[in-house]
Every structure is written in C-alpha cells, then in structure tokens.
C-alpha cells in the first residue's frame, strides 16, 4: 500500500493534535487510571478524526479506510495505550455497523453526535463468561409491545463510566442459533435500569476507564435496533474486522516505539567504557525485533487493501496481521525491557508502560489463540473445515 501527499497530511495534522491535546496530559491522565473523554472527544471531532471513513452527511470526511490505517498508527504514538484504544472504541468499533445498517433517524440521533464528539460511545459485546466466544453471550431483548426490554450485564467495557450510549449484543431470539438469534441495539446509558459498575483496576491501558455495565428490565424503542433483527452477530463479526485491523495498527505503533527508546537509551547508557548498544547482543537483537514489525506492518497494510476491495480472504488476513502483532506485544516490549535492567523495572518508565499496555494485544478484540482458528477454518485445516469439504465432494 503507498500513501498519497493527502495520506500524509492527515498524518501530520494527527501528530500536531497528539502533541497540543493529548500528550500534555498523558501521565496525569494514566495515573487518575481516567480521561476526560467530554473534554478532548470534541476536539478530535472539530479535528475530523472521529469520522474519516464515515459519510459526509453525518459529518464524516467519507475516505476509505486506507485513511483510518494512517490514523491507527498515528494515534498509537499516543504514549499511553488506553487512550488509542478508548478514541479506537468511538471510530473503529461502537459505530461501524451503526454507520452501514443504521436507520436515517438512529444515524441522525447518535452517529452524528459520534462522530463530532458531543456523546461518548462504548461497544457491550464481552460479558464475564463470553469474551472470545461472543456466540455464547446471556444478554437478552424481549419484545414489549414497541419496546425492547433488556436484562443482563457486561464486563471490561471501555469507556465505561462515561459513554452516554451503547452499542449492545444481545440475544433477541429464543432458538438455539447463536449465530442467528442475536441483534445490535443502542442503548442510552441515561436509561433506567442500566447501571454502571466500579471503575477496574487494569494492568495497563490505565488511562481508559474500564467498568462493568448492569441491564436490569432496560427498555428502549425497538427503533434503537441497527439493521435487522437476528442479524447482530453477522455486524458484529464485520466491526470485528475493522477493530482487528485498528488495534493492529495502533498497537504496532506503540511496539516500535519500545525499540526506538530502547535504542536511544542504549546508545547513551555506558558498561564497561562502552555504550551498551555497542553489544552485538543488543543491536543485532534490535535490528531482528525492527524487521519484524516491519513484516507485521506491511501485513496489516496488505489485510487493509483486501479489505478495502472487499476480497473473500480480507477476514483471514486481517486474523493474521492481528496475531502477528499480538505475538509482538508479548516479544518486543519483553526484550526491550531487558535491555534497561532495573531502569527498566520502574513502574514509571515509559518501557514498563509499554510492555503493560501491549500485553492486551494478544486478548482484546479476539484472542490470539481466536485468531488461529480463524485462519485454519479459512485455509482448510480446521477439522470442521475438513468435514464440511468432504460432505461436498461426496454430493
């Protein structure tokens, strides 16, 4: 993929933005374990960066998602991961399948305050016994007559004590379908019986505000439906995609970082009369580390491509550039770290930081382990792949 002079000038305005808005802020922000998201969310939104790909009626800037590839890697240069991934949960994740199957009116109500920042979005899929597996969430939506009442709970959401709506799965069908019984709604989080629960205290991406949310008898209009009902867990899959590819891009970003300061840190820390980096040891590892994030990079931009042009294997890409980076969150920041020793150990260095926030790479939006068996049902390895080829051949 080559980036055009337009490419690289939405680059340049996201790094002047990082630089005035955010990163003033980083370290106060991390250590509130909170952001002010009715704050700065309508400064990116002044900006464009809330609706790049989005149509232009709703105030979006209706580029295609080569420009949100730009964006993804721009905004992991946040040094902080839990800001990337809460403004990733408001353009990559909450308003995907509201933009493509949303009614005009349900656009008009919550897309367009989206996406110039006015109301905070957060996307209820994971619950405590359904992560991964979103086939086998509880979460349930009962008609009444022209009402949805909802009743159930979901965990590790972010932006969760501040977002004023979400973009909720749930199962709308009584049948033993999963992948057939289960709807997106919106759901404003001012509406009675949703409740907020305690703020979580996470390993990393501390500056994002994670809780858990309650439903009790929750009733919305059944026009908060987006698109069709029973059609929720097919949306969600396709939100996956740019999610994966999201938080790919993003988390790469902050991945490279971690050899850049751990170059530059070496090169000025001096053992033995020597600075460290002069160690075979360090810069060889350092230069096979740099390689392979440029690999996972020019995966993650092949996936984009596919797709973009809407190609049968963009999901199997896409599955493989999330699980290369995934792999590198757990490898880099691991190695880098070793380099600082015990510098390296302070909560407050931006090393640990960093080896914290990526651990989530390789969990959120689809488990490594997900990943794999994405990719073998698609090339034919899974044994529910093989069993499905040979029913074929033998009719």
């Known amino acids: 993929m080559r980036f055009t002079q337009e490419h690289e000038l939405l680059r340049q305005s996201i790094k002047r933005l990082i630089e005035t808005e955010i990163a003033p802020h980083v370290d106060t922000w991390e250590e509130a374990g909170i952001f002010p998201a009715h704050e700065l969310f309508p400064k990116l939104g002044r900006a464009g960066i809330l609706g790049i790909t989005k149509p232009v009626e ?166 908060f439906l987006i698109g069709e009902e029973g059609q929720g867990f097919i949306y969600q899959m396709q939100q996956f995609q740019e999610e994966r590819l999201f938080a790919g891009s993003k988390y790469l970003s902050q991945i490279e970082d971690a050899i850049d300061i751990t170059a530059e840190y070496t090169a000025t820390r001096m053992v033995f009369g020597k600075p460290l980096l002069d160690q075979q040891i360090i810069h060889c590892k350092l230069a096979e580390l740099k390689a392979e994030c440029c690999a996972a990079r020019a995966l993650l931009r092949e996936a984009a491509e596919h797709y973009i042009a809407g190609d049968a294997d963009a999901a199997m890409l896409v599955s493989m550039a999330k699980f290369k980076v995934g792999q590198l969150g757990q490898a880099v920041p691991s190695a880098c770290l070793q380099f600082w020793g015990g510098q390296g150990f302070m909560w407050d260095n931006l090393i640990s930081r960093i080896f914290r926030d990526t651990r989530l790479c390789s969990i959120g939006g689809g488990a490594n382990e997900v990943m794999l068996q994405i990719i073998a049902k698609d090339l034919g390895f899974h044994p529910a792949a093989r069993k499905a080829a040979r029913a074929k051949s033998q009719h």
């Open 58 to 223: 709703y105030g979006g800037q209706g580029l295609d998602y080569s420009f949100s590839l730009v964006y993804a890697e721009e905004i992991g240069r946040i040094r902080c991961s839990g800001l990337s991934t809460a403004i990733g949960v408001q353009t990559d994740m909450a308003t995907p399948a509201l933009a493509r199957y949303g009614s005009e009116a349900l656009k008009q109500e919550f897309l367009v305050p989206a996406i110039c920042g006015e109301r905070v979005a957060s996307i209820a899929v994971s619950e405590v016994g359904a992560g991964s597996d979103v086939a086998s969430i509880n979460t349930h939506a009962r008609r009444d007559g022209g009402d949805y009442v909802i009743n159930g709970s979901k965990m590790w959401i972010t932006n969760g004590t501040q977002s004023d709506w979400l973009c909720l799965l749930c199962n709308t069908g009584t049948d033993n379908a999963p992948h057939h019984n289960k709807s997106l709604i919106v759901v404003p989080t001012d509406t009675q019986g949703v409740t907020r629960g305690k703020r979580l205290n996470k390993l990393g991406a501390r500056s994002s505000d994670t809780a858990p949310i309650f439903l009790d008898e929750v009733r919305v209009p059944r026009r």
